[in-house]
C-alpha cells in the first residue's frame, strides 16, 4: 500500500509539473501570436515612416518654388499627392494588423478565464486592449493627417490661393503632426509597459 501511494504522489506531482509547463507554453504560444500580428504592422508602420520622410524633404522643395516655376509645381504635387495615397494604403494594413493582433488578444483573455489565471494575467491582457485603443486612436488622427495634407497639396498648385490661406493650412497640418507624435509616444510607452508586465506574468507561470 506504501509503495502504491508513492507512486500516486509522483504521479500527481508529475501531473502537476506538466500541467503548469502545458500552461506556460499556452501562454507564450498566445504571445508569440500577438506578437507576429504587431510585427506585420510594425513592417508598414515603418514603410509609412520612410515615405513620410522622403515626402516632407519633396515637400519643402515645392514650397521653395516660384509661381513661375508652376509645371514643375504641378509635377511635384502630383508626387506628393502619390505618396499621400501610398501611405493611406499602408495605414489601412497596419490597421488591418492590429485588428488582428485583437483578435489573439481576444483569444488570450478567453484562455485565461478558461484555465482560470484570470488574477495572475488579467494586466497583461487589459494592457494590451489599453495600448490597442492608443493605436486605434493613433491610425485615426494619422488619417486626419494625411486627408489635410492631400488637401494642401491640391491648394499648393491652385493659382488663386492666398498665401495666408496657404499658411492657415500648414498650421493645421502642423498641429496634426504634433497630436501625431505626441500618441505615437505614448503607444512607445504602453509598449514599454506591456512587455514589463507581460515578462513579469510570464516569469511568475514558470516559478510556481
Do not use: P
Not at 500527481?12 to 506578437?35: H, M, Y
Not at 504587431?38 to 509609412?48: D, I, S
Not at 494619422?142 to 492631400?150: E, N, T, V
Not at 514599454?192 to 513579469?200: H, L, P, Q, S
Amino acid at each position: 500500500m506504501k509503495k502504491i501511494m508513492c507512486v500516486l504522489f509522483i504521479f500527481l506531482l508529475l501531473n502537476g509539473c506538466s500541467r503548469e509547463s502545458e500552461v506556460t507554453q499556452q501562454f507564450t504560444d498566445l504571445l508569440v501570436a500577438v506578437n507576429e500580428k504587431e510585427k506585420q504592422g510594425n513592417n508598414f508602420g515603418r514603410k509609412l515612416f520612410e515615405k513620410e520622410q522622403k515626402e516632407q524633404v519633396l515637400f519643402i522643395e515645392t514650397m521653395g518654388l516660384t509661381q513661375q516655376q508652376y509645371q514643375e509645381v504641378k509635377q511635384r504635387v502630383g508626387a506628393l499627392k502619390k505618396s499621400a495615397h501610398e501611405r493611406a494604403l499602408l495605414l489601412e494594413k497596419e490597421e488591418s494588423a492590429l485588428r488582428d493582433s485583437k483578435k489573439v488578444v481576444d483569444q488570450m483573455s478567453a484562455w485565461i478565464e478558461r484555465v482560470d489565471l484570470t488574477n495572475q494575467l488579467d494586466e497583461v491582457v487589459e494592457l494590451y486592449y489599453e495600448r490597442s485603443e492608443i493605436h486605434e486612436t493613433f491610425i485615426m488622427q494619422y488619417k486626419k493627417l494625411i486627408d489635410s495634407q492631400a488637401q494642401l497639396y491640391t491648394q499648393i498648385e491652385d493659382r488663386s490661393i492666398r498665401e495666408h490661406e496657404l499658411q492657415k493650412h500648414v498650421n493645421e497640418v502642423n498641429d496634426l503632426i504634433t497630436s501625431s507624435q505626441q500618441l505615437l509616444s505614448e503607444l512607445n510607452e504602453a509598449t514599454k509597459e506591456v512587455n514589463r508586465i507581460t515578462a513579469r506574468a510570464l516569469k511568475s507561470l514558470k516559478q510556481q
